[in-house]
């Protein structure tokens, strides 16, 4: 039995990744463990170690290991002695397995921006777009390029991997199958837009309204609409159903979404990129043909149909867990 530690960055769509891993693992001889941020951990899931208490609460960006609490971090990292530590891009973790020489795994969709080659992210045209948001700053870059270094695998969980054409990614990086579900047939689920959001975004649902006969399913607590009619993103079921025969998906980019749109055969449309890795993802989404992006409020949705070949060459996480 391998014990395991899996440590979850402070984002959303981690956790998305973190409980679809969990539910995989479900009756598989390991005992895994699991830190993460009070932001970024699914509902009703048990936390061993809750990683806000590290940061620094007047600078959550700034990292440092002189902090008394990383300390008793170490030492119960240290006693618990896992075998295995996944890390989806969370620093403190990947510092400890490090140090105590404990086998590392990083496996994030955050690690496409590192691993694809410069030559490709130029051509998408980020750098042009987003130049605030690529000026990150250098110490922070380097920090998470040496945790890279130091792992013994980098996984990029990304449905990018299976498509026919995936992006050309440097010799240290590997494709990994992001988790996903085949919805089936169903009347009941047949729906003009589906959407998902992670949090509360009154764009995308103001776009969705714009529409007849919309879902949206969404992590959050929030308020009723009437349409789009809101639905829970945890219940796995009714989301695939919906996702798999609907006429169109919409998201803000997130890596998890568009995987689910892509392996249901789903055109999707991205507004409202928040974040780095949402940016970089829309923009190889867009350059494949599987997705395209509403700029401007008035911009209309484009319904085409996308068909998925899936390579026979990547697996999923446990997967790669069961060959150790």
């Given amino acids: 039995m391998l014990k395991i530690l899996y440590a979850i960055s402070n984002n959303r769509n981690s956790a998305i990744q973190l409980h679809r891993f ?3 693992m479900r009756g598989l001889p390991h005992l895994i463990k699991v830190a993460a941020y009070k932001n970024s951990y699914p509902p009703n899931l048990n936390i061993d170690w809750t990683l806000d208490c590290l940061q620094n609460m007047f600078r959550p960006d700034h990292i440092s290991l002189d902090n008394d609490n990383f300390t008793t971090y170490f030492e119960q990292i240290k006693y618990y002695n896992p075998d295995l530590i996944i890390s989806d891009m969370e620093y403190y973790s990947s510092e400890i397995a490090s140090n105590l020489g404990i086998t590392l795994w990083q496996c994030s969709s955050s690690l496409l921006n590192y691993a694809i080659t410069n030559e490709y992210k130029y051509n998408l045209g ?3 777009k987003y130049a605030f948001l690529m000026s990150r700053i250098p110490i922070h870059v380097q920090r998470m390029i040496n945790m890279q270094d130091n792992s013994n695998c980098n996984y990029i969980c990304s449905h990018f991997g299976d498509h026919t054409n995936p992006p050309p990614i440097k010799n240290n990086y590997e494709w990994i199958r992001p988790y996903f579900q085949l919805g089936k047939y169903s009347v009941p689920c047949q729906h003009n837009i589906v959407g998902a959001m992670l949090g ?19 992590d959050y607590d929030t308020e ?3 349409n789009p009619i809101i ?3 945890y219940n796995q079921k009714e989301y695939y159903c919906n996702v798999a025969n609907c006429k169109l998906f919409m998201c803000n980019g997130q890596s998890s979404f568009l995987a689910d749109a892509f392996y249901n055969g789903k055109y999707t449309i991205t507004m409202g990129a928040q974040d780095l890795e949402s940016i970089t993802n829309i923009a ?9 992006p509403i700029l401007l409020e008035n911009d209309s949705c484009n319904y085409e149909s996308v068909i998925p070949i899936l390579s026979n060459g990547h697996q999923f996480l446990h997967e790669k867990i069961m060959e150790l």
């Avoid at 190889?284 to 395209?292: A, G, N, Q, Y």
Wanted: charged share 30%; glycine share 2%; hydrophobic share 30%.
């Fill in 126 to 128: 980020v750098f042009k």
């Fill in 231 to 233: 639905k829970n993103l």
């Fill in 284 to 292: 190889v989404s867009e350059k494949l043909r599987l997705s395209s």
């Fill in 22 to 24: 969990l539910e995989a």
């Fill in 224 to 226: 009723y609409y009437g």
């Fill in 200 to 218: 509360s975004d009154k764009n995308l649902i103001k776009q969705l309204k714009k529409y007849p006969d919309t879902i949206c399913f969404t």
